[in-house]
């Protein structure tokens, strides 16, 4: 999953979807992740049973620029689900439907404006 970083605007961003995993397991595996991607945004979707549990993590320094509940509120929105949260860590749900796909791989060009 490590393997999935890209560098956007100077800033490491993780996206990645996770099969099987629900919103309880999602932030046990954020909270793993933040701690090899110190300064970086993360956004984790798990895709169980026909919903998508959605989580983004955004390094302190970073949110100054984009923040974990906007990347959520963003997402959710696209998707049909609700969710926010702090600057620095939100979480939300949505339905799984077919423009899933296309709307996360949206979003690592609406985290780049966001951070450009």
Same mark, same amino acid.
């Given at each position: 999953?490590?393997?999935?970083?890209?560098?956007?605007?100077?800033?490491?961003?993780?996206?990645?979807?996770?099969?099987?995993?629900? @919103? /309880?397991?999602?932030?046990?595996?954020?909270?793993?992740?933040?701690?090899?991607?110190? *300064?970086?945004?993360?956004?984790?979707? $798990?895709?169980? *049973?026909?919903?998508?549990?959605?989580?983004?993590?955004?390094? /302190?320094?970073?949110?100054?620029?984009?923040?974990? $509940? *906007?990347?959520?509120?963003?997402?959710?929105?696209?998707? @049909? @689900?609700? @969710?926010?949260? /702090?600057?620095?860590?939100?979480?939300?749900?949505?339905?799984?439907? $077919?423009?899933?796909?296309?709307?996360?791989?949206?979003?690592?060009?609406?985290?780049?404006?966001?951070?450009?």
């Amino acid at each position: 999953m490590l393997d999935d970083v890209q560098t956007i605007a100077g800033t490491p961003v993780l996206i990645s979807t996770l099969s099987g995993i629900d @919103g /309880k397991s999602i932030r046990t595996l954020m909270d793993d992740i933040k701690s090899k991607l110190p *300064d970086s945004v993360i956004v984790l979707i $798990g895709d169980k *049973d026909d919903q998508l549990a959605l989580a983004a993590s955004v390094a /302190k320094p970073v949110t100054a620029k984009v923040k974990a $509940g *906007d990347i959520i509120r963003h997402l959710a929105g696209e998707l @049909g @689900g609700k @969710g926010g949260g /702090k600057p620095d860590y939100a979480q939300g749900g949505a339905p799984k439907s $077919g423009n899933s796909a296309a709307v996360i791989s949206a979003l690592s060009a609406w985290i780049e404006t966001q951070l450009s």
